[in-house]
């Protein structure tokens, strides 16, 4: 089971597999939305979450949304956008787009996991409620 | 219990004790929270006030009254939505329970007791606006009560910080029910509008109130001995319309307390109806 991990930031990407390996992820790494797209066909049968920044270069992760749910061939997986954008215009553009959560940097592991389970992803160590 | 301003002094002691056994960092502009959190630990261990409570520890190591003075600060803070089984129960059974019963009144009364910031009885708001069919036509009072001044100031101002709104509540209630207002999060006036708050210390004289079908006491009764929870529940099933329910922590019951109820199980939420 893959989570795939898509952010320019190097230190931000390490911070997200470190919460989500704990969860019983294994996971694919991506700098930007065009290399997240091309790593989701190379596992497209085992990535079960995504997570991805909005600001990216080359193409960026409302753009990944768009052509990812453009993409009839692909089932729907859930898509966590983690984001320092926070205005709620933008945030709806990116919900309407296909985005399921959104969660808003500076996160930590409580927030992040809370929203898992918000959007039914299933995790070993998560209680549904994503409450302790 | 004494509701006395909190010395400089009991501020520094929790902050500090807090941080040396928690690394958990609070200032002083939390005192509101402070205030909230551990009048009931004073109270249940017999204190006429927080800053007795700290001059007692600073007299003498008390390493159990320690440890629950850093697990009351340092437990999760409301939030929106929290725990989500009493939100599926109310979707899936009890609004369109109450909105048969309730159908020759219209009208409905939901009481967040302990309501702290205001997540919950807004919480609830957000919920009735989705999943509540003719809620216009109906009226409904939403109550949140608490001891504190404090936390009663915030929940009526309805911001919230970023860190508040990230968690628990769904991003598509956020965009649709919230405002930015600077760095906070508004909720717009529709839904601020709907929910009126009290100040109410659950073990003095209560306030009048109008008769509840919905309650909310999640995570209040474990702070009491077992004769002060029975002394605040028949207390609540006095404010409780017949059939009412009632709602409790997950860690929490009215079983060998109060016959008065009956535990009802609906999917995985747990709640307490009035026989």
Redesign the interface.
């Known amino acids: 089971m893959h989570a795939l991990i898509i952010d320019d930031s190097r230190a931000i990407r390490r911070i997200l597999r470190r919460i989500v390996e704990p969860l019983g992820f294994s996971v694919l790494e991506a700098e930007h939305g065009q290399d997240g797209l091309k790593k989701l066909h190379e596992h497209i049968e085992t990535v079960e979450l995504i997570l991805v920044d909005w600001n990216m270069p080359v193409m960026d992760g409302l753009q990944f949304v768009k052509a990812l749910r453009a993409d009839p061939a692909i089932r729907r997986i859930p898509i966590v956008m983690v984001t320092t954008e926070?205005?709620?215009?933008q945030?709806?553009r990116a919900?309407m787009a296909g985005?399921d959560?959104?969660?808003?940097k500076?996160?930590?592991v409580?927030?992040l996991t809370?929203k898992l389970?918000?959007i039914g992803v299933r995790t070993p160590t998560v209680h549904?409620?994503?409450?302790? | 219990m004494s509701t006395a301003t909190l010395t400089p002094d009991a501020i520094s002691y929790v902050c500090t004790t807090v941080r040396e056994r928690s690394a958990i960092e609070l200032d002083v502009s939390k005192s509101y929270l402070i205030e909230a959190r551990l009048a009931p630990v004073a109270r249940s261990n017999g204190f006429d006030s927080i800053n007795d409570l700290v001059q007692s520890l600073r007299r003498q190591r008390q390493i159990k009254l320690e440890a629950q003075l850093v697990e009351a600060m340092t437990t999760?803070e409301t939030?929106f939505f929290?725990?989500?089984?009493p939100f599926e129960s109310l979707q899936k059974t009890l609004f369109s329970e109450f909105k048969t019963r309730n159908a020759a009144t219209r009208s409905l009364n939901i009481w967040s007791a302990a309501c702290s910031t205001g997540q919950e009885i807004y919480s609830i708001a957000m919920h009735l606006r989705e999943h509540f069919a003719d809620l216009a036509s109906w009226k409904v009072q939403l109550v949140g009560t608490d001891l504190s001044d404090d936390v009663l100031a915030r929940a009526s101002a309805a911001k919230f910080s970023?860190?508040e709104?990230?968690?628990?509540l769904?991003?598509?209630l956020?965009?649709k029910h919230?405002?930015?207002s600077g760095l906070q999060w508004e909720l717009k006036p529709e839904v601020r509008s709907m929910a009126r708050f009290m100040k109410l210390n659950l073990i003095e004289r209560w306030p009048p109130l109008p008769v509840m079908d919905i309650v909310f006491l999640r995570n209040v009764l474990i702070y009491f001995s077992p004769e002060t929870k029975r002394a605040i529940l028949e207390k609540v099933r006095r404010v409780m319309a017949p059939n009412a329910v009632l709602f409790l922590g997950a860690a929490e019951t009215t079983m060998g307390l109060d016959a008065g109820f009956e535990r009802v199980q609906v999917g995985?939420s747990v709640f307490y109806r009035l026989k």
């Open positions: 926070t205005e709620p215009a945030m709806a919900l985005v959560e959104f969660v808003m500076p996160f930590t409580e927030i809370e389970a918000l549904a409620s994503g409450q302790p | 999760n939030s929290r725990d989500v089984h970023q860190i709104v990230n968690r628990g769904p991003a598509a956020l965009v919230f405002q930015r995985n």
